[in-house]
């Protein structure tokens, strides 16, 4: 080797930092928070996104209580009672289809690809996508709760109560965003991405315990109603933000939770890892 090549050698070994110097892999949580971070950077990039955060929520809680709260309750002051805390619920939920229209927009342009040659913890790539959102829900949620507060709602629970029911819709949005994430694994376009989401979570939200009581309902509709889990969780919701929280219903949302993740989360990491 001419002394030139061993210049040029010694130059690169120089450079590259060896190997018991290398820093250490990113853990989990670091991952997941920088994937979530991103997805805050794309909404500063990209504000229009916010529309359905900010837009939708009003227009839903507007709509839906002056509509039908004459024909139901009498009046809307009699209705709001009922159908914010339904209404809170609802908003949210269909706002996590976005999450997965929103992941296969970046998988289709190959943004996903490069992340998953990177050494860090693969499920962290979804996992961030999804904790990002988390900000878009807490707005949309503060939103809905603000504009119920102008229209006379008053929940006898109190801050406490509302921050708790906040939260465990908060976790329950999370856990069912997992649902869009394997359907947004499954199709190519965006498009069909918001198809099937929509097939899925229409018959949820209207067929449910959101606009109006249950027992309404012919006999042989009300048993798909309270087993619905929609309507589980608008029930855990009026409870806590009534100040009557249940134990029950409470744990059974977490369970909701807990199976959607258990279930629908390594679903989504085997259709990523397999994803070309």
Not at 96 to 119: A, E
Request: aromatic share 12%; proline share 5%.
């Amino acid at each position: 080797m001419t002394t030139t090549a061993q210049d040029q050698s010694q130059k690169i070994r120089n450079v590259l930092v060896p190997a018991e110097e290398r820093p250490a892999p990113s853990g989990a949580v670091s991952a997941s928070l920088t994937y979530g971070w991103r997805a805050l950077l794309k909404i500063k990039h990209i504000p229009e996104q916010l529309f359905d955060v900010t837009v939708f929520p009003i227009m839903m809680t507007v709509m839906f209580t002056y509509i039908f709260g004459g024909a139901i309750a009498g009046s809307v002051d009699g209705y709001v009672q009922w159908l914010i805390p339904g209404i809170f619920v609802q908003t949210m939920i269909m706002i996590t289809m976005y999450t997965g229209i929103t992941l296969n927009r970046d998988i289709s342009k190959g943004v996903f690809d490069r992340f998953r040659s990177l050494p860090t913890w693969r499920p962290a790539q979804l996992v961030g996508a999804l904790l990002g959102d988390q900000v878009r829900y807490i707005l949309a949620g503060t939103i809905i709760l603000l504009v119920g507060f102008v229209m006379g709602f008053r929940p006898e629970g109190g801050l406490t109560g509302v921050l708790m029911a906040f939260v465990l819709l908060l976790l329950f949005s999370f856990s069912l965003s997992w649902i869009w994430t394997v359907i947004s694994l499954l199709v190519r376009t965006e498009q069909a991405a918001m198809g099937i989401s929509m097939f899925i979570m229409m018959p949820l939200t209207f067929a449910s315990n959101i606009f109006v009581d249950p027992e309404t309902m012919p006999s042989w509709l009300q048993g798909a109603v309270e087993v619905n889990p929609v309507s589980v969780v608008v029930t855990a919701i009026r409870e806590l933000m009534a100040g009557m929280g249940d134990f029950g219903s409470v744990t059974l949302v977490l369970v909701y939770c807990a199976v959607l993740v258990g279930v629908f989360g390594p679903v989504s990491m085997y259709f990523y890892n397999r994803k070309s």
